[in-house]
């Protein structure tokens, strides 16, 4: 701790500074401002600035502690964790005290179960004062991220206490130095000056926790401290090697239509000097120095000098403080000074503010997860694994074993009801992977206008009704693998841009400009024959053979079997145990029934014909009367054509509703309203249907 060129270090000098600290006067501002802001970012109730004098501790500001103990502004120092933190001089995090070294020792709030974390308040010289702390009443594990949160805090702590301290100082050395009164006075009266201009920096920018809100900050924070005609801050792009340079403040409005941030290259710029060397930069003239790419561009702005100052953190230069002015020669070394002192708080409120980005972004990740995984779970089919051991599952079941460690693209192909997701689920779960979410898109599902957005998100006010920005599901399986279900059904304008994604990785949210890379594992799975598709014009070929590198047909139920009687007997015990009931058997004349029948739906009509058997079952067996089955009727030749699909009878009664409304959709009369469905759901269905008005 320095006041001038002398370093506080001896016992007295220690002893002001501790009197200074627990001065009987109110809590200041800035601490209850700490206190709240602790328990706002770190969700934790109740948060302490705590300072020690002797065997006593005064509490200087309580967020969230309830009454009487808000009122009581000390407390004996023994077994409370503020002696443990102010002895050792270092952080002390307990996730559960129940499982602590303190379990035998009452707690400081008296309260059975808690997490705490205390951060010391330490000077220069390495002597605590207090703690800044926040606890929890229940067990909680304290993140990387929070603890950083809280060192920046009780940074901001020490700086009021060196403040104060400062003025303290100033105090006695006016009493006891009168003979150097004139120029002592000068040199403190600058000393506290600074100070009191960095304490309403700090003030100023602690608070602010988005980019638009920090640079106003900083903008006001300038203004009266340093003369200037433009401000800006720039900032280093690891992604890109430029610049990212941020106007925060001018003596004349931005033009419309120019726009706050822009990009500049490094190459030959004043900006790429400084983090080489990180040295302050000040120009006297900016027409007499053209060493620098940005000195043009400036002086045509009216700028004649400039100041330039290093953003450090952690050893790393991350961008500069810049002012300029109208003025030659406006800025001397008391100014560099000054806003090298302002840059050290701006550095903090940005990594305040880079922390609290990240941990925004990290929450409505999960929350987007969470939602997710929920509505897969309540979508997911009754059974988890493939059943079969015919000859056709157990050549799937090699392929999936092949492909599944590698992060080729598979397309799984089948008719309906033959259990493709199945098989994209064991795909991912023997694939590197598995600890990673999969995102499924069902593709017919989807109205053609929210596809787009579905896949790739969108920015606020990207289109009509678009009051937040989403995160799209490609985004959403960065990492994962992304399930592309009826992918045949894709409607063609949004072909090329899946296929710049396959190929590229990266692609655009809708109403936006930024782009996104993902790694992303993709499985597609249709019903359709995407060969045929492409010969008739309705797929892109590029599209077919990048989806097409690894592909799996899945047969039909009428080619295995074998496999009926094992699938009949895992539905049966399924439905049984939901419903409570008690099967023993099922007769040999059921299982010849089914056996013997086509299944034009495949496993999922089986499924749903056993589940309709358990419910009428009684007695422990089951049994199938001839209204419960279709004659049986061979799979193959003239006699399985005859036999409508569920997909033409559902076109059929499409165009026969269509037909008798004079092909109108929507509206009172119109063919959802008869249908019972919405207008996009119908629309969907006639595309996929291939449903088209005669001419």
């Known amino acids: ?25 109110p809590p200041e501002e800035a601490f209850d401002r700490l206190t709240c802001l602790a328990t706002t970012l770190l969700r934790a109730p109740v948060a302490l600035v705590s300072l020690v004098d002797g065997d006593r501790q005064f509490f200087k500001s309580c967020a969230g502690l309830p009454e009487p103990l808000a009122s009581l502004r000390q407390t004996p120092l023994t077994h409370s964790f503020c002696k443990h933190v102010v002895a050792s001089g270092e952080p002390l995090i307990v996730s559960d005290i129940r499982e602590s070294s303190f379990k035998d020792n009452p707690s400081v709030f008296g309260i059975g179960e808690m997490a705490y974390t205390g951060i010391p308040l330490t000077t220069t010289e390495g002597h605590a004062l207090g703690v800044f702390c926040v606890a929890d009443a229940k067990p909680r594990d304290w993140t990387d991220e929070e603890i950083q949160i809280l060192r920046s805090l009780a940074s901001s702590v020490m700086a009021e206490i060196q403040t104060r301290r400062m003025a303290n100082e100033l105090r006695v050395l006016n009493d006891n130095l009168q003979r150097l009164v004139d120029d002592r006075t000068r040199r403190l009266s600058h000393a506290e000056q600074r100070w009191r201009v960095l304490l309403q920096v700090n003030n100023s920018l602690v608070t602010c926790l988005d980019r638009e809100s920090l640079l106003s900050a900083i903008a006001g924070a300038l203004q009266g401290v340093i003369p200037f005609d433009r401000a800006a801050l720039i900032l280093t792009d690891s992604a890109e090697g430029d610049f990212n340079i941020f106007r925060i403040a001018g003596a004349d409005p931005l033009p419309p239509g120019i726009p706050r941030k822009t990009v500049w290259k490094r190459e030959g710029s004043r900006t790429a000097r400084i983090l080489e060397t990180g040295c302050p930069m000040r120009t006297h003239d900016l027409r007499e120095d053209g060493s620098f790419t940005e000195h043009a561009a400036l002086i045509a702005q009216g700028l004649l000098s400039a100041l330039s100052v290093p953003l450090s953190a952690k050893g790393k230069v991350i961008g500069t403080l810049n002012v300029a002015s109208r003025e030659v020669g406006r800025y001397d070394e008391s100014h560099s000074e000054l806003l090298l002192a302002i840059a050290d708080q701006v550095v903090l409120a940005i990594a305040n503010m880079l922390a609290y980005e990240e941990v925004a972004a990290l929450k409505q990740r999960l929350e987007q997860e969470n939602l997710y995984l929920q509505e897969e779970c309540r979508g997911e ?46 795909i991912h779960g023997l694939s590197a992977r598995k600890n990673k979410i999969l995102v499924k898109v069902n593709c017919a599902a989807l109205p053609t206008g929210v596809i787009e957005s579905e896949l790739f998100g969108h920015e606020r006010g990207a289109f009509t009704g678009a009051l937040t920005r989403r995160v799209g599901r490609f985004e959403l399986a960065h990492g994962g693998t992304l399930f592309l279900d009826e992918v045949g059904d894709l409607p063609a304008e949004l072909q090329a841009k899946l296929l710049r994604v396959l190929q590229e990785g990266e692609f655009e949210r809708v109403g936006g400009t930024q782009t996104l890379k993902v790694n992303v594992r993709l499985v597609a799975a249709t019903n359709r024959d995407l060969a045929k598709a492409v010969e008739e014009g309705r797929f892109r070929a590029d599209l077919y053979y990048r989806l097409n590198v690894f592909p799996i047909p899945i047969p039909p139920l009428r080619e295995r079997e074998e496999d009926i009687p094992r699938l009949v007997r895992h539905f049966v015990m399924l439905y049984a145990s939901r419903m409570g009931k008690s099967i023993s058997a099922i007769s040999e004349h059921a299982m010849r029934k089914l056996t013997a029948y086509h299944w034009p739906g495949n496993v999922r009509e089986l499924q749903n014909i056993i589940e309709r058997a ?23 030749g003239a006699a399985a054509k005859a036999i409508a699909t569920l997909e033409d009878v559902e076109r059929e009664h499409i165009q026969t509703v269509l037909k008798r409304v004079g092909w109108r959709v929507s509206g009172e009369r119109g063919a959802a309203r008869i249908l019972g469905l919405k207008r996009t759901t ?9 449903i088209s008005r005669p001419a």
Not at 400 to 416: H, N, R, Y
Not at 621 to 632: G, N, V, W
């Open 682 to 690: 119908l629309e969907a269905r006639m595309s996929k249907l291939r």
């Open 614 to 636: 358990v419910i009428l079952s009684t007695g422990g067996r089951i049994e199938l009367d001839d209204h419960q089955l279709a004659a049986p009727v061979a799979a193959t």
């Open 381 to 426: 089919a009754p059974f988890a694994d493939v059943i079969g051991q015919s000859p056709g599952i157990r050549n799937v079941l090699a392929k999936i074993e092949k492909v599944a460690a590698t992060d080729s693209t598979v397309l799984v192909t089948g008719e309906t009801g033959t259990g493709k997701e199945l098989v994209v689920r064991a």
């Open 1 to 25: 701790m320095h006041n001038g060129d002398e370093t506080i270090q001896d016992p007295e000098r220690l002893a002001i500074l501790r009197q200074t600290a627990l001065l009987d006067t």
